[in-house]
Structures are given as structure tokens and as C-alpha cells.
């Protein structure tokens, strides 16, 4: 069965700090993805990235970078120089064989001025 | 561009009453469509899914149900609302199997 494990419930930064959400993910197919979602206090969820399981590069977008390791099952995200608006609930996720997507519990991440 | 509404964004409806809350599709056709629920808690939990009209595969036996009258909408339904129905309701959209899921702005129901 698919499962993924965000251990961090919630991380307190003050702005401009570095911060590292961390995702585990269990499958058993040989062909997965990967998400990275960020769910403010709106509600809406925000699509970030999508990787494949074929696919290990690393990858930056402005201040976000990912480093997923198939090895350790992780798929780490880094905010660098965090803002106030970064301030979000943020969602790893991993979806496979099926149409259906298994959500992690969420990491609340709380930026301080 | 593919934009994805639902209505209406809150709700508060009291137990024993009827739910009908739609989600809608523009700029794009055959999508997948998808309901979640997350209660407090924050945990997203898969509903009902769509691949075509008419077609409905619900993934947690409830008080709900869902139908795709058209391509492009997605209506979730309940005869009789519970206490435990309250929560905040998505609605995704994809085109493939293994696609990026998009969501709608959601609607938070609450049942008194």
C-alpha cells in the first residue's frame, strides 16, 4: 500500500531563515509520482512540483529546491530565505498505478516576521 | 487555460438536510474529476473519482454520493446530512492517469 510520513506537524522559522519540510513515501509500484503541494490559509491547494520515479534530478525553482532520494524514499523540500508568505500548509503526496493520490498529514509551516 | 469553480465556497446547513455541491471544468474535455474531504486535521481524504460520464467509483462507503451528469461537472451529493459530513470539500481535476491533480477553491460545509 502507498503511504507517505511528513513527521514534522508543524516548524516555526523567522523570515529569512532556511527551512527543510521533510516527506517519506512507502509504495509498491515500479512507476510513481511524486507532488509537493502548498495549501494557505484560503484553502486552496497549490500544485508546486511533480516528479517521477524515473526521475532523480534534483530541482530548484526560485527559492523552492527538491531532493528526491530513491534510496531513503525521500522527497525533501527546501524553502530558502523563507518570507511571511510562505506561510502555508504544505502537502507531500505520491500517486501510482491508480487514479487516486495518498496525501500526507501535512507540515504547517509558520513564517515570523 | 483550465480553470476549475465550485460553488458555493461555504455552507451551513443543518443534520437531517439535503447537499449539493458542484464543481465545473473550463478549457479542457474527458477530464478526471475528483471529490476530497478534509476534516480538521488537515488530512486529505479521496471521495468519489470520475473518468467519464456517468461513471462514478467511490473509494469510502458514507453518506454521500456523486454524479457527472456532463463532462465537465461533478456534483456531490447527500439525501441527509450528518454532523460528521462537515469539512472542507475539493474538487480536482486531471487528465491522465500519473497527471498533476489541479483542485478547485473548495467549499467548507458545516452541519449543525
Known amino acids: 500500500a502507498q503511504k507517505v510520513t511528513q513527521a514534522q506537524t508543524e516548524i516555526s522559522v523567522v523570515e529569512k531563515e532556511d527551512v527543510t519540510l521533510d516527506c517519506v513515501y512507502e509504495t509498491r509500484d515500479t512507476t510513481y509520482y511524486l507532488f509537493w503541494y502548498k495549501q494557505p490559509p484560503s484553502g486552496e491547494l497549490v500544485f508546486l512540483i511533480r516528479r517521477n520515479s524515473f526521475d532523480e534530478q534534483n530541482e530548484i525553482s526560485g527559492r523552492y529546491s527538491w531532493n528526491f532520494q530513491k534510496s531513503t524514499s525521500s522527497f525533501n523540500f527546501t524553502i530558502t530565505a523563507s518570507q511571511v508568505v510562505d506561510s502555508a500548509v504544505y502537502f507531500c503526496v505520491t500517486g501510482g498505478a491508480t487514479n487516486k493520490l495518498i496525501f500526507g498529514t501535512g507540515t504547517l509551516l509558520a513564517v515570523q516576521p | 487555460s483550465q480553470t476549475i469553480h465550485q460553488w458555493p465556497a461555504t455552507l451551513v446547513q443543518p443534520v437531517g438536510s439535503p447537499l449539493s455541491l458542484e464543481c465545473t471544468v473550463e478549457g479542457t474535455s474527458n477530464p478526471n474529476l475528483y471529490w476530497y474531504r478534509q476534516a480538521a486535521g488537515r488530512g486529505l481524504q479521496l471521495l468519489f473519482y470520475?473518468?467519464?460520464?456517468?461513471?462514478i467509483s467511490s473509494e469510502v462507503p458514507q453518506n454521500l454520493s456523486a454524479s457527472r451528469p456532463q463532462d465537465r461537472q461533478f456534483i456531490l451529493s447527500s439525501k441527509k446530512l450528518l454532523l460528521s459530513d462537515s469539512g472542507f470539500y475539493l474538487c480536482?481535476?486531471?487528465?491522465?492517469?500519473?497527471?498533476?491533480?489541479?483542485f478547485g477553491p473548495g467549499t467548507r460545509l458545516t452541519v449543525l
Open positions: 480536482a481535476w486531471d487528465i491522465l492517469q500519473g497527471d498533476t491533480q489541479y
Open positions: 470520475s473518468v467519464g460520464i456517468g461513471q
